[in-house]
């Protein structure tokens, strides 16, 4: 029988807090840069430029298909050998992950945008909306709150794959428990410790996405408020 | 006299499915009715009309003044879907604040005023999920009465309107066109047209086959297919 012994978790309270820290901050800016790139990049994907079209689709469809610790692996340690350019690890992580979370976000906006039934935004037109007026009243409240559920799953699939910042040495969750256990040969304590604090990150949202998908539109709920 | 002149318009999407040519007057204070089986291009025509197709040739003339704000031609379509993320009465609001350019209170007074015509007070605050299908359809109506354009075409505006509000929708088409407005109307209830219009056109394959009086296109009518479509009606 194993005999748990919390004490290591609070021995080691300082690296573990820094490396939660750590954690959400590299996740807020992927999540920044991400949603930015993503809408733009969806936008994009909806103009009638064909060059544009075709540049945000070729983007949307490499970085979707990439594996993210390929390209952490790829960006790390190939590019200093073949363009001789060096970039941090932590930078490395925001950079491949903005990336992949970026092109997810741009598929949903472009669905998002494309579901919205025509007779809507006809409609709006034909009783005397300009073209802007349609944009801001209609399509765009409506597509937000299309692709709200998908974005915040989106965002829930890309924290889950910051852990892989860890092959670079990123000091971020599971590269420092990574390195407490190598000295105190604790896992149990120290891998048990890492997916309660992921639980308590993620949790909170998974439960908000819920939320928000049971209050779609398109879904047809008869409850009266 | 105002009017909106079709003169041999045609729209095809390939060489035998499409409309036309065409040629139709339709005048103020009338009621137009089209009937005709299901892909003879009804849709196709009223779409053509209010110009959201691109005409492959012929043309479409508008005698009108324009008035500041005042919308001219306007549609309500086969599956009339409200504005999803609009309650009823933001719904029939918008337009009025943004296009006819009423202050809140007015757009307000105005819509609550439409709505109770189409027995909608007691539903203004649900969200168009919460709704039935007949009374989504009663919105959409609302929503384009409210703003009062001068040709005012439906697209089977009674296709989940049960038999009172069908009755209903029709008297309020009628005062409607004796406003000093056009009403075109697409439907299949037959006996409802009767009562209602002034012209009824019958469309088969894209091409009017007929058109007149409805005492004498839906009583008498000497074109074949007509008859044919009549009898099972």
């Given at each position: 029988m194993y005999i748990w012994n919390w004490d290591w978790i609070w021995l080691y309270r300082e690296q573990l807090i820094d490396a939660t820290l750590l954690t959400l901050w590299l996740n807020v800016i992927v999540l920044i840069i991400g949603s930015l790139f993503g809408v733009l990049l969806g936008l994009l994907k909806r103009t009638r430029y064909k060059i544009f079209k075709v540049i945000?689709?070729?983007?949307?469809?490499?970085?979707?298909?990439?594996?993210?610790?390929?390209?952490?692996?790829?960006?790390?340690?190939?590019?200093?050998?073949?363009?001789?350019?060096?970039?941090?690890?932590?930078?490395?992580s925001v950079l491949?992950?903005?990336?992949?979370?970026?092109?997810?976000?741009?598929?949903?906006?472009?669905?998002?945008?494309?579901?919205?039934?025509?007779?809507?935004?006809?409609?709006?037109?034909?009783?005397?909306?300009?073209?802007?007026?349609?944009?801001?009243?209609?399509?765009?409240?409506?597509?937000?709150?299309?692709?709200?559920?998908?974005?915040?799953?989106?965002?829930?699939?890309?924290?889950?794959?910051?852990?892989?910042?860890?092959?670079?040495?990123?000091?971020?969750?599971?590269?420092?428990?990574?390195?407490?256990?190598?000295?105190?040969?604790?896992?149990?304590?120290?891998?048990?410790?890492?997916?309660?604090?992921?639980?308590?990150?993620?949790?909170?949202?998974?439960?908000?996405?819920?939320?928000?998908?049971?209050?779609?539109f398109f879904k047809n709920k008869k409850d009266k408020n | 006299m105002s009017f909106l002149k079709a003169e041999n318009i045609e729209k095809k999407y390939s060489s035998n499915i499409g409309i036309g040519p065409i040629s139709m007057l339709l005048e103020k204070n009338k009621i137009y009715s089209l009937i005709g089986p299901n892909a003879s291009g009804k849709t196709t025509l009223i779409r053509c009309l209010c110009f959201l197709e691109k005409l492959d040739s012929g043309s479409i003339t508008i005698n009108e003044t324009k008035e500041n704000n005042q919308l001219i031609t306007s549609v309500v379509f086969q599956q009339p879907e409200p504005w999803p993320h609009l309650t009823v009465l933001e719904n029939?609001?918008?337009?009025?604040?943004?296009?006819?350019?009423?202050?809140?209170?007015?757009?307000?007074?105005?819509?609550?005023?439409?709505?109770?015509?189409?027995?909608?007070?007691?539903?203004?605050?649900?969200?168009?999920?919460?709704?039935?299908?007949?009374?989504?359809?009663?919105?959409?109506?609302?929503?384009?009465?409210?703003?009062?354009?001068?040709?005012?075409?439906?697209?089977?505006?009674?296709?989940?309107?049960?038999?009172?509000?069908?009755?209903?929708?029709?008297?309020?088409?009628?005062?409607?066109?004796?406003?000093?407005?056009?009403?075109?109307?697409?439907?299949?209830?037959?006996?409802?047209?009767?009562?209602?219009?002034?012209?009824?056109?019958?469309?088969k394959n894209g091409l009017i086959l007929e058109e007149g009086h409805p005492s004498q296109v839906l009583g008498h009518p000497s074109n074949e297919s007509l008859q044919k479509f009549l009898e099972n009606a």
């Amino acid at each position: 029988m194993y005999i748990w012994n919390w004490d290591w978790i609070w021995l080691y309270r300082e690296q573990l807090i820094d490396a939660t820290l750590l954690t959400l901050w590299l996740n807020v800016i992927v999540l920044i840069i991400g949603s930015l790139f993503g809408v733009l990049l969806g936008l994009l994907k909806r103009t009638r430029y064909k060059i544009f079209k075709v540049i945000a689709s070729v983007y949307i469809d490499l970085f979707r298909t990439l594996p993210v610790l390929v390209l952490l692996i790829w960006f790390y340690f190939c590019m200093p050998i073949l363009f001789d350019i060096k970039i941090s690890a932590f930078t490395t992580s925001v950079l491949v992950l903005s990336l992949n979370l970026s092109a997810f976000i741009a598929e949903i906006v472009d669905a998002g945008i494309e579901n919205i039934p025509r007779n809507h935004i006809e409609s709006a037109r034909l009783l005397g909306f300009s073209y802007w007026q349609t944009n801001k009243l209609i399509t765009l409240p409506i597509a937000l709150k299309n692709m709200t559920p998908p974005i915040v799953s989106q965002y829930i699939n890309s924290i889950k794959l910051s852990v892989l910042a860890s092959v670079i040495a990123v000091p971020e969750l599971l590269n420092v428990s990574q390195n407490i256990i190598s000295q105190t040969y604790r896992p149990l304590e120290f891998y048990t410790f890492l997916a309660v604090i992921f639980l308590i990150i993620l949790l909170p949202w998974t439960l908000w996405s819920k939320r928000l998908e049971s209050k779609s539109f398109f879904k047809n709920k008869k409850d009266k408020n | 006299m105002s009017f909106l002149k079709a003169e041999n318009i045609e729209k095809k999407y390939s060489s035998n499915i499409g409309i036309g040519p065409i040629s139709m007057l339709l005048e103020k204070n009338k009621i137009y009715s089209l009937i005709g089986p299901n892909a003879s291009g009804k849709t196709t025509l009223i779409r053509c009309l209010c110009f959201l197709e691109k005409l492959d040739s012929g043309s479409i003339t508008i005698n009108e003044t324009k008035e500041n704000n005042q919308l001219i031609t306007s549609v309500v379509f086969q599956q009339p879907e409200p504005w999803p993320h609009l309650t009823v009465l933001e719904n029939v609001m918008l337009p009025l604040i943004h296009v006819a350019k009423y202050n809140k209170k007015d757009a307000r007074l105005l819509a609550e005023e439409t709505l109770a015509n189409f027995g909608l007070l007691d539903r203004i605050k649900y969200f168009p999920h919460q709704l039935s299908g007949g009374l989504r359809q009663r919105v959409v109506h609302t929503r384009t009465f409210a703003m009062k354009p001068k040709y005012l075409f439906l697209d089977e505006p009674t296709s989940a309107l049960d038999p009172e509000w069908t009755e209903q929708l029709g008297k309020l088409l009628k005062n409607y066109a004796s406003d000093g407005n056009m009403v075109f109307i697409v439907a299949h209830q037959i006996n409802f047209l009767k009562k209602i219009s002034d012209i009824v056109y019958f469309i088969k394959n894209g091409l009017i086959l007929e058109e007149g009086h409805p005492s004498q296109v839906l009583g008498h009518p000497s074109n074949e297919s007509l008859q044919k479509f009549l009898e099972n009606a």
